[in-house]
T-cell receptor, first 114, second 112 residues
Framework: GENVEQHPSTLSVQEGDSAVIKCTYSDSASNYFPWYKQELGKRPQLIIDIRSNVGEKKDQRIAVTLNKTAKHFSLHITETQPEDSAVYFCAASIPPGNTGKLIFGQGTTLQVKP | GAGVSQSPSNKVTEKGKDVELRCDPISGHTALYWYRQRLGQGLEFLIYFQGNSAPDKSGLPSDRFSAERTGESVSTLTIQRTQQEDSAVYLC??????????FGPGTRLTVL
């Protein structure tokens, strides 16, 4: 079945620097890849998503890239701010079809130091 | 409009007891998902409802777990004969088009 690996598990950056989180998936039939941000004790919130027919998507300081051949996708946060500190989860859709079922990575704890 | 809501927010129970967790999705969202999140871990898919179709139960970890959904509204997740390993946050999400999922605040279950 589908498996998602996420790295690194923790990431500490200085305010203003960029942060990159990487995920790999195993099933080439996965076609939807969302990223969620979860602040301590709160619900996961969708921050950006990408479908397999697109290689890159950007929304202000956040971008996601997808390499279907290598089966990996990455989250890029530029000009990091302290409020970006949270746990970030990548996810991949579980084939077959477009049911929306997701398998999640183990999460990356991002700390942005002021 | 209102987001996804879940109740109770916290539930403490004794090993062997049954518990029922409730999820109210966003109005009009036809898809509803339940996930389990153990401490410091990612989310595990449990069950998926889409409209009036039969639910996809492929993620349920054992036959002690079951879920129901009334039409396209409220869903309940039931765990029978709870075990300590069932302790986790149970999250519900709903979606309009099976892509962007919106999560509820979760129910923190503690089995003593």
């Amino acid at each position: 079945g589908e498996n998602v690996e996420q790295h690194p598990s923790t990431l500490s950056v200085q305010e203003g620097d960029s942060a990159v989180i990487k995920c790999t998936y195993s099933d080439s039939a996965s076609n939807y890849f969302p990223w969620y941000k979860q602040e301590l004790g709160k619900r996961p919130q969708l921050i950006i998503d990408i479908r397999s027919n697109v290689g890159e998507k950007k929304d202000q300081r956040i971008a996601v890239t997808l390499n279907k051949t290598a089966k990996h996708f990455s989250l890029h946060i530029t000009e990091t701010q302290p409020e970006d500190s949270a746990v970030y989860f990548c996810a991949a859709s579980i084939p077959p079809g477009n049911t929306g079922k997701l398998i999640f990575g183990q999460g990356t704890t991002l700390q942005v130091k002021p | 409009g209102a987001g996804v809501s879940q109740s109770p927010s916290n539930k403490v129970t004794e090993k062997g007891k049954d518990v029922e967790l409730r999820c109210d999705p966003i109005s009009g969202h036809t898809a509803l998902y339940w996930y389990r999140q153990r401490l410091g871990q990612g989310l595990e898919f449990l069950i998926y409802f889409q409209g009036n179709s039969a639910p996809d139960k492929s993620g349920l970890p054992s036959d002690r777990f079951s879920a129901e959904r009334t039409g396209e509204s409220v869903s309940t997740l039931t765990i029978q004969r709870t075990q300590q390993e069932d302790s986790a946050v149970y999250l519900c999400a709903s979606s309009l088009d099976t892509s962007k999922q919106f999560f509820g605040p979760g129910t923190r279950l503690t089995v003593l």
